[in-house]
């Protein structure tokens, strides 16, 4: 059984910094992009920020400067580091991959984690 698992998201205050991760398990042969993004009621999915398995990075405007996205692929693990946070960056944030498994190859996202700050 395939899946991602977030961990990470909580509540802090602005200004402040915090560091998602996402972890893949299961019977795994190999992972293409990884990536995060995020949702606020009413709008849709945003990327936020995208990783290809040679570490080629691409980040959306409003957190470019502010968050760095890294993996591990050895783990089998992205991450989002986020600095200098804003209200604004309050969402729910989901973890994609592109993987292949049994089945050849197929997206996979995350659950979701809350991230939520305040002023």
């Known amino acids: 059984q395939v899946r991602l698992a977030e961990s990470g998201g909580g509540l802090v205050q602005a200004g402040g910094s915090l560091r998602l991760s996402c972890a893949a398990s299961?019977?795994?042969?190999?992972?293409?992009?990884m990536e995060w993004y995020r949702r606020t009621p009413g709008e849709q999915r945003e990327l936020v920020a995208l990783?290809?398995?040679?570490?080629?990075?691409t980040y959306a405007d409003s957190v470019k400067g502010r968050s760095t996205i890294s993996r591990d692929n050895a783990k089998n693990t992205v991450y989002l580091q986020m600095n200098s946070l804003r209200p604004e960056d309050t969402a729910v944030y989901y973890c994609?991959?592109?993987?292949?498994?049994?089945?050849?190859?197929?997206?996979?996202w995350g659950q979701g984690t809350q991230v939520t700050v305040s002023s």
């Open positions: 994609y991959a592109d993987m292949q498994d049994e089945s050849g190859w197929n997206d996979y």
């Open positions: 299961g019977i795994i042969f190999n992972i293409a992009n």
């Open positions: 990783i290809t398995k040679d570490g080629k990075t």
